[in-house]
């Protein structure tokens, strides 16, 4: 299940930019933050996806959504321009940005290949 951040969760679970100059990484698994918003149409389209993801790979990676009409320091503090903007965070390294509305195929593309997370099997 996706999870909603406030800022208070992101310093704690994410990345705490107040205390640490330097990127660290603050969670115990990889994970994808969608900034979003309400009137957001292709936020809409990314949002089942996401849910969709978080029940596939519940326990490899964690699903946050930051809302940037709630949480407007957050997106200022990623310099977000655009939504959807989702940033994947490896558990070591730098995160990485995509911005718009990407398929479902390019999500698991990117946790394979930025997470080194391999696909589920598929169970008919």
């Known amino acids: 299940m996706t999870e909603n951040l406030t800022k208070q969760d992101f310093l704690k679970k994410v990345f705490n ?3 640490n100059k330097d990127w660290k ?3 115990d698994l990889p ?3 969608d ?3 309400d009137w957001c149409g292709p936020c809409k389209m990314v949002g089942p996806v996401l849910e969709e993801l978080s029940e596939e790979y519940e326990d490899k990676v964690k699903i ?3 809302n940037t009409e709630q949480e407007q320091e957050l997106a200022g503090a990623f ?3 655009s939504i959807p903007s989702l940033l994947f965070v490896p558990k070591g390294g730098k995160p990485q940005m995509a911005t718009g509305a990407l398929p479902k195929d390019a999500f698991v593309k990117a946790i394979e290949d930025v ?3 391999p696909p589920k099997e598929k169970v008919n």
């Open 17 to 19: 930019f107040e205390k």
């Open 25 to 27: 990484y603050e969670g």
């Open 31 to 33: 994970c994808i933050i």
């Open 35 to 37: 900034f979003w918003a």
């Open 64 to 66: 946050y959504k930051v």
């Open 79 to 81: 310099g977000i321009k």
């Open 115 to 117: 997470f080194k997370i």
